[in-house]
């Protein structure tokens, strides 16, 4: 099997593959004669330069055409393709480079400057004289004949709860992607979609190119960093199908924008958090569409989801139902997930070792409705117990940000002699509404308890509210928890 050979020539090499516009806000439609002639091309420099399958290759290129070439070369010649967020630190960088041993590295110069010593590099220009048509280039490598169970991708959790780990996913983790394009994401034969995340991320990684090709549509890249004054009209100038964005991102929009309708888009869908009900109410409401949740992991691929067709009404805050053909159960509370059943499952960790059980424990925690729809509650080591009561934060949280005056929040334990630990929430006050005395921010503090007292059970109120002015997150965008504990021990 080959990526390449498998999905890429298979289409009309005239049909539409990506659209790209750069940080200029220049529009350029690459074709899939494009991608194959580009990725040819560097799969050739790349065997010139020494590698060869199973290699290593890190890809530090922003949201541009190069990132998908240099993905589609990996494929093609069966190196190990490893994208990173080209923003990471030298300490990130220096600690991914250690973990998975790189062979070659393609991106921006900028990034590259970034990198230890010693890692041979391809940068914008190397590219551009490996796609000049009138250059004598390279011998291309040629299609490797892979087996499912051979490593394609690497990539990084988010560092939620600790260090980063490395996830080595083989080649039927590309093909797996189908179940959820379909039943999820949703694309359609000449659609075009839109996946925000950054390079480097799970979700960026099978949901920016892979999945709607798999499904006959178009991917949209688009350089820069989130703009919440220009998103929407990204969507409607570029006439988006199918947006996929992070929950950060749909409350960012619903929070500092007009929402307005948006014709073109068909879909909307989110994971990595919870996302909270008053956010799905407010795009009903302006565009007529509700936000599809799904959950997933690195290590997994999607698991669950809203698939088209399913309302969120009266489900809100779901992250749907196992995806056809996965296996999931509820013990303690815990969602796990059969392995055999996910064509997603990651092959190993970067260090080679690997998960050998027949069901893995996600350490989420999660409730379960009489129709199968699941309900994340946290993870595991966020949930807070005070006074004999287990609490989840998301609960909380959603009760929070219903608030008009709460931008973010994140609801963490305190310890407390006499109840172990108690609810303490940590906001970020939307614009307008922040206290400019003790007074005010008294007053404050006790509408958002009498606010969730209301919106949640008595006991779940937070007893301690502190205002600050941004949470801390990891660069994939979900909220560090961990960090806003440790912070008070």
């Not at 490598?141 to 990084?156: G, T, W």
């Not at 960012?252 to 009900?277: D, F």
């Not at 669950?304 to 995806?323: D, N, Q």
């Not at 005056?405 to 509404?433: C, F, N, T, W």
């Amino acid at each position: 099997m080959n990526f390449v050979d498998d999905v890429i020539q298979k289409f009309p090499f005239s049909q539409e593959a990506v659209i790209a516009i750069d940080g200029e806000g220049k529009r350029e439609v690459f074709c899939f004669s494009h991608l194959f002639a580009r990725s040819l091309g560097l799969s050739g420099a790349m065997l010139d330069r020494g590698v060869r399958r199973g290699d290593v290759v890190m890809i530090m290129v922003s949201g541009r055409i190069e990132w998908v070439v240099s993905m589609l070369a990996c494929f093609r010649m069966g190196a190990i393709a490893l994208p990173l967020n080209p923003q990471l630190s030298k300490e990130d960088l220096a600690y991914r480079v250690t973990a998975a041993n790189p062979s070659l590295a393609i991106g921006e110069s900028d990034y590259l400057g970034n990198l230890p010593d010693g890692i041979p590099t391809f940068d914008m220009a190397d590219l551009e004289q490996i796609f000049d048509e009138d250059i004598a280039q390279a011998t291309p490598a040629k299609v490797a004949d892979l087996d499912p169970e051979d490593p394609a991708l690497i990539v990084f959790t988010s560092g939620t709860t600790g260090k980063p780990k490395g996830i080595v996913h083989s080649q039927r983790y590309l093909l797996g992607q189908a179940i959820q394009a379909q039943h999820w994401l949703g694309a359609e034969p000449g659609d075009l979609c839109w996946c925000t995340a950054a390079p480097g991320w799970s979700k960026s990684s099978r949901n920016s190119f892979i999945a709607p090709w798999l499904r006959g549509a178009k991917a949209l890249l688009v350089q820069g960093r989130f703009d919440p004054a220009t998103r929407l009209d990204i969507v409607r100038q570029q006439e988006v199908n199918v947006l996929c964005q992070a929950p950060t991102e749909y409350r960012i929009l619903a929070r500092r924008t007009e929402l307005g309708p948006t014709p073109s888009l068909r879909r909307m869908v989110s994971a990595g958090e919870a996302l909270n009900p008053e956010v799905i109410d407010d795009f009903r409401l302006a565009t007529g569409l509700e936000i599809a949740d799904g959950y997933g992991q690195t290590e997994t691929g999607a698991v669950t989801g809203f698939r088209p067709g399913e309302s969120v009404l009266r489900r809100e805050g779901s992250m749907g139902r196992p995806l056809p053909g996965i296996e999931t159960r509820v013990v303690a509370g815990e969602l796990q997930l059969k392995v055999d059943t996910s064509p997603t499952f990651f092959h190993s960790y970067v260090d080679g070792r690997r998960f050998e059980g027949e069901w893995w424990p996600t350490g989420d925690l999660v409730t379960e409705d009489e129709d199968g729809y699941l309900f994340h509650e946290g993870r595991n080591d966020d949930m807070i117990s005070s006074s004999g009561y287990r609490i989840g934060p998301v609960e909380v949280e959603s009760a929070l940000l219903s608030h008009p005056a709460v931008a973010e929040a994140a609801a963490i334990a305190a310890p407390d002699p006499e109840r172990g630990s108690i609810v303490k929430a940590v906001v970020v006050l939307r614009e307008g509404h922040e206290t400019h005395d003790g007074g005010e921010t008294e007053s404050l503090v006790s509408e958002l308890q009498e606010h969730c007292r209301r919106e949640t059970a008595p006991y779940k109120y937070p007893r301690v509210v502190e205002f600050i002015d941004e949470l801390p997150k990891t660069t994939s965008g979900k909220i560090r928890r961990a960090e806003l504990r440790a912070r008070e021990n």
